[in-house]
């Protein structure tokens, strides 16, 4: 499977760069990525605003029905790798009921892909690959 993950310029850096190394996408429904991801998928990167220039493979992948004791255990575990480990940056994700964590492998920068705009989604899943 194939999916494009749209992300701020702040945490597509940090993954191009190797500092973060987990995706992570926590929220109130079961949306994608949410049971839609898999060991071995291919995952485009997009920056917001900007057209695909990455891609990663799924090395593992970790869904979570969340309570406010998960996402702490979460974040002591995993806070780190995802890029966020302050205590008060996880506030608001405490509220939220499911998660999602994506961990990267083989990330690398690839020419250009033109993609029209996303209109606020910030996970795609697709049938095939784009290149």
Same mark, same amino acid.
């Given at each position: ?25 926590? =929220?109130?429904?079961? !949306? ?13 990167? @997009? +920056?917001?605003?900007? *057209? ?5 493979? &799924? ?5 979570? %029905?969340?309570?406010? /004791?998960? &996402? +702490?255990?979460?974040? !002591? *575990? ?18 939220? @009921? $499911?998660?999602? /964590?994506?961990?990267? +492998?083989? &990330? %690398?920068?690839? =020419? ?5 705009? =996303?209109?606020?989604?910030?996970? $795609? &899943? ?6």
């Amino acid at each position: 499977m194939f999916h494009i993950a749209i992300l701020q310029k702040k945490w597509f850096n940090l993954i191009l760069s190797g500092e973060k190394t987990i995706e992570s996408r926590f =929220s109130f429904n079961k !949306i994608a990525p949410y049971g839609k991801v898999a060991v071995g998928d291919t995952i485009y990167l @997009k +920056e917001t605003g900007k *057209n695909i220039t990455a891609k990663a493979r &799924v090395k593992d992948v970790k869904f979570f %029905e969340l309570t406010p /004791l998960i &996402v +702490e255990q979460i974040r !002591i *575990n995993y806070g780190n790798a995802i890029g966020v480990s302050r205590v008060k940056a996880w506030e608001n994700t405490k509220l939220k @009921k $499911f998660g999602t /964590l994506v961990f990267l +492998e083989n &990330v %690398e920068k690839i =020419s250009e892909i033109k993609v029209d705009r =996303s209109c606020g989604t910030a996970w $795609f &899943v697709l049938n095939k690959g784009l290149e």
